[in-house]
């Protein structure tokens, strides 16, 4: 069993950084690719970034490329999104999630994660 926990949310005016945490319970996090995913007010729940079990690799989505980071740091269990040049349009609930996976192929869809965190709320303000 694999526990995820999101914190680092909060107001931020347009232009201003963010670092998101989310940290993992269970002896399998490791093994997998993490990933934040958000959700706009009143729309789906979206793919944000993704990044393999060693740190390898980083897919993201084209709207946050060159202004958001994704890294891990396996000894703490925990992954990070570096936010940086906000957007109002970047206002959403992030979650990170867990996928048994070695690679990227499936990293965009929802549905191939394991665990799922509860979300924490970033508000961009113009």
């Known amino acids: 069993q694999v526990q995820l926990v999101e914190s680092g949310g909060g107001l931020v005016r347009a232009g201003g950084s963010l670092r998101l945490s989310c940290a993992a319970s269970?002896?399998?996090?490791?093994?997998?690719?993490m990933a934040w995913f958000r959700q706009p007010p009143r729309k789906e729940r979206e793919f944000v970034a993704a990044i393999t079990w060693n740190g390898g690799s980083q897919d993201y989505i084209d709207s946050v490329k060159g202004r958001f980071t994704i890294s891990r740091d396996n000894a703490r269990n925990t992954v990070y999104l570096q936010m940086n040049s906000l957007k109002p349009e970047d206002t959403a609930v992030y979650y990170c999630a867990l996928q048994f996976s070695w690679t990227l192929a499936v990293a965009k869809l929802p549905g191939s994660y394991a665990y799922w965190g509860q979300g924490t709320q970033v508000t961009v303000s113009s």
């Open positions: 269970g002896r399998n996090f490791f093994n997998g690719t």
